[in-house]
């Protein structure tokens, strides 16, 4: 069998996860002949085909192909580990933490991360992925990131759970809404009034569980995948919302809307930081969890929760 090296081995990968030789090429700045020759070396080794060629449709794993693609991402992932220990060794954390995040928490949680880190771990480097809870998992189990930030609810048997905070759920309305002059509401309240629904999966069906859970139907409005869309369209008095993290640009008397705890402590997910079970993490990641749970522990998370008084 011949042997590929890691470069070669890091064209495939790339194809693969791109699903085209062009855009690999693109994102790696090297010629296409050179991953096209990377991959024909690949399957001569092999004796099989890894890709299905289309025109239209760019490439397509073959059944060996994903077999091998499982097992060259693992020795990438492994290369990466080794190359990261070895550059910090009598030194402070170096390297690159893949994380990805659930995207509506994003905007909010992750600068005030980012900016400890960074100040903490100046050779620090950070690669990100956005996508809905089910999404962010994909990157997880396929080997696309380290760690991922999302709730609970959303991982899966293979992961391990890190705690930050509880996220319990709070209202947004109108400053025309007379809700708006009050210091907390219930669902209760709130049936009534039209609602503008985050509709992302995972998502949709929680915040409808709330309401279900009472005995109440909402009637949905208006619907988005955009918590920024949702907010703006309360703010024009299109109906109430339900979110869980905090927005960190909100200001008590100069947003556009206002935020209001729900009273009686409906379901509370908790929001956190999944990793895979079984991997042994370099370095910089397990450094980089560490820092935010001394962040948990210094209350610096509090902000982005909104809890009845």
Known sequence: MRNLTLKQLRYVEGADRLGSITNAAEEMNISQSSITAAINMLEVSLGHDVFIRTPAKGIRTTATGLEAMTLIRRFIYQSRQFEEELSSLGGEAMGTVRLGCYATAAPSFLPAVLQAISEKFPGASIQLFEGNLSRVMEFLEDGDIDLAFTYEDGTSDYCQFTPLFKAPPYAIVSLNDPLAQKESTSLEELIDRPMVLLDLPHTQ????????????????AHSSRSSEIVRALVSQGYGFSILNIRPVEYREGYSNYRILPICNQPETPTFGIATLA????????????????????QGRLKALTVVPK
């Open 205 to 220: 069906e929680y915040f409808l569980r709330l309401f279900q859970s009472r005995k109440l139907t909402p009637t949905i």
């Open 278 to 297: 079984s991997v042994n993490q370099p370095r910089m990641v397990r450094s980089f969890i560490e820092s935010c749970l001394d962040l948990r522990d």
